[in-house]
């Protein structure tokens, strides 16, 4: 995790730009890249320069603004980026009715008002599957790291034991 590239896009091209992403990772099943977002409009993939000059180029990715591959400071911290569920959703509402668990309106109704109760407050970021074209929310939670740690990363960047470095 000594090297980033950093990604700058416009408003309305985020979910396009991270799907984006998602694709390469998921298709070269790379588990050495970490993303972070130091901003709104901006993503930084972390790994070592070889890895990233291979696997992104400028042509890869499209509707945006790529730096060249950069050293990370020394001066930096580090911190997870992992993601989060809520557990209320409109998927295990289905299953409670399904399994007779909710049987009127109101128990349906007092259900959702608790989703939206306990919603989550966290960075978030817009998908959209390939498989079925909806949208969806994946939610996120940076933790930060007294020191370093290396592991895995899944297809979108985000890893429960690895960190990635964090700085301005």
């Not at 950093?6 to 998602?22: A, F, G, L």
């Not at 911290?77 to 998927?91: E, P």
């Amino acid at each position: 995790m000594n090297h980033y590239i950093e990604i700058i896009m416009k408003d309305d091209v985020v979910m396009h730009v991270y799907n984006q992403i998602h694709l390469i990772l998921a298709s070269a099943n790379e588990t050495q890249v970490g993303v972070s977002f130091p901003s709104l409009y901006k993503i930084r993939l972390h790994s070592t320069e070889i890895k990233l000059s291979s696997l992104f180029t400028e042509k890869s990715l499209t509707d945006c603004t790529m730096s060249d591959v950069k050293s990370v400071p020394k001066n930096c911290t580090f911190a997870f980026i992992r993601r989060i569920r809520s557990s209320k959703s409109k998927s295990q509402l289905r299953r409670f009715k399904k399994r007779g668990n909710v049987y009127t309106k109101e128990q349906e109704l007092d259900y959702k008002m608790n989703m939206l109760k306990n919603g989550i407050d966290e960075l978030y970021i817009q998908m959209k599957s390939n498989s079925t074209k909806q949208c969806y929310f994946r939610f996120l939670k940076l933790e930060k790291s007294d020191k370093e740690k290396i592991g895995k990363f899944n297809s979108f960047g985000l890893s429960d034991t690895a960190t990635i470095p964090i700085f301005d």
